[in-house]
């Protein structure tokens, strides 16, 4: 990732230091909520929850409530309808952009963000896992992002485009590095993107 040439931001970590969240090593399995780390498709593609467990420190089964909120920090060209999402009151607590990428231990190049959407848990509930998000080592590197927020996991096929709410801008901006410029042309955009 050569973007860090340009300077460490202060949201990323560098030295050997040891991870404060370290990733979960065994994928959860409790009857009846989603697999998170199901194999490989047929065509050699990874699904959706294809070693989603690794993004956590530790995940516990949840049953969302009809009528919650959520929130999906998203770039332009990102899908409303993918795995990572937060409870209103954890999206709320976010202290701009630098903030969400330490604590949500989010690279750049998984997401540049700019936008976020909502989602309203329908009438028959939605099931996931929730805990902290583990920290994140960039591979390659001396470079780590911290984690420990809560996040929220969900199967992007138990979603349902009738729930999903409008693209909104985060105010954060699109860019991460000082004297960067955006390379996306006419922002916001503030498109839904279902895929």
């Given at each position: ?15 050997k230091?040891?991870?404060?969240y ?9 009857a ?42 998203v ?7 993918s ?22 231990a ?9 936008e976020?959407?909502?989602?309203t848990?329908?009438p028959?509930?939605?099931r ?6 583990a920290?994140?080592e ?6 780590s ?12 096929a138990?979603?349902d ?35």
């Open positions: 990732m050569n973007e860090l040439g340009k300077g460490k931001p202060g949201w990323v970590d560098a030295g230091k040891r991870l404060k370290k990733a979960m090593e065994i994928p959860p399995h409790e009846g909520w989603p697999n998170q780390d199901p194999p490989r498709n047929p065509d050699g593609k990874p699904p959706p929850l294809y070693e989603a467990f690794k993004t956590f420190h530790d995940a516990t089964p949840v049953t969302l409530t009809p009528g919650e909120k959520l929130y999906r920090v770039a332009p060209d990102s899908a409303d309808n795995i990572c999402w937060l409870r209103e009151a954890e999206f709320q607590s976010i202290n701009g952009k630098a903030d969400w990428r330490r604590r949500f989010v690279w750049r190049y998984w997401n540049r963000n700019g976020y959407v909502t989602y848990v329908p028959s509930g939605l996931a896992r929730e805990g902290k998000a920290s994140q960039l591979e390659g590197t001396h470079y992002l911290e984690g420990g927020a809560t996040q929220i996991v969900i199967d992007p138990d979603l485009k009738g729930f999903v709410g409008k693209r909104q801008p985060t105010n954060w901006g699109y860019t991460d590095f000082t004297g960067e410029t955006d390379q996306f042309l006419g922002l916001p955009k503030l498109t839904n993107n279902w895929k």
